[in-house]
């Protein structure tokens, strides 16, 4: 069975520009979040979805936005592209909303900022 | 959030045991220990958890202490592959929010 998988693995933008970021979660799995990884530190959690609704938010400037579709798939977005921005983009599912359910992440995005 | 603490790097021979620490100490009585590991290149991978009993599965073992305040997971044979840093995350069940709050983790590294 395929696992998370994120789309594109690797990203150059420069400042200003927008970005935006696809995950599909495993198969069944209705929830998503994303966390950001900068070089040296644990990831940092921006967002979870769960049937379509938010249910969480890290401590994130309004620039970043997410949504998740009725396949579940979702999309992670970054407005005004700062070079702080550069970091691993994660995705993980669940296949429960329980919180003590395992989340599954994929390999991230690489985005880089010039 | 409550905190956990972990040394920040630890070595191991190959097929010899490892027990990594956590100490949580502020935990609160619903709080789930979650632990996670993350190769070089790779997204984090789920290794355990538990919430009060000792648990077992085919990656690992958990072992938690009487009064919650720290867990140790256990790798019974360390292999070059289990080389990646392990982060230990309180999920609280309080609330809302989702979220797994990484720390900086142990990096583990397996001499051949």
């Known amino acids: 069975d395929a696992g998370v998988t994120q789309s594109p693995t690797h990203l150059i933008k420069t400042r200003g520009q927008h970005v935006t970021l696809r995950c599909s979660p495993i198969?069944?799995?209705?929830?998503v979040s994303w966390y950001q990884q900068v070089l040296g530190q644990g990831p940092q959690f921006i967002f979870q979805?769960?049937?379509?609704?938010?249910?969480g938010r890290g401590n994130f400037p309004d620039r970043f936005s997410a949504r998740q579709f009725p396949n579940y798939s979702s999309e992670l977005n970054v407005n005004a592209l700062l070079l702080g921005d550069s970091a691993l983009y994660l995705c993980?599912?669940?296949?429960?909303?329980?919180?003590?359910?395992?989340?599954?992440f994929g390999d991230g995005t690489r985005l880089s900022i010039l | 959030d409550a905190k956990t603490t972990q040394p920040n790097s630890m070595e191991s021979n190959e097929e010899e045991p490892v027990h990594l620490p956590c100490n949580h100490s502020?935990?609160?009585?619903?709080?789930?220990i979650h632990w996670y590991r993350q190769l070089p290149s790779q997204g984090p991978e789920y290794v355990i958890h538990?919430?009060?009993s000792n648990v077992n599965n085919r990656m690992a073992s958990l072992a938690i202490a009487e009064d919650r305040k720290s867990s140790t997971l256990i790798l019974h044979r360390a292999t070059l592959r289990d080389a990646a840093v392990y982060y230990c995350?309180?999920?609280?069940?309080?609330?809302?929010?989702?979220?797994?709050?990484f720390g900086k983790g142990t990096l583990l590294t397996v001499n051949p």
């Open positions: 979805y769960y049937e379509k609704e938010e249910r």
């Open positions: 502020t935990i609160s009585g619903t709080d789930y």
């Open positions: 538990g919430l009060t």
């Open positions: 993980a599912s669940s296949g429960a909303e329980t919180k003590n359910a395992a989340q599954h």
């Open positions: 198969s069944g799995h209705k929830s």
């Open positions: 995350i309180l999920m609280a069940l309080r609330g809302s929010n989702y979220k797994l709050t």
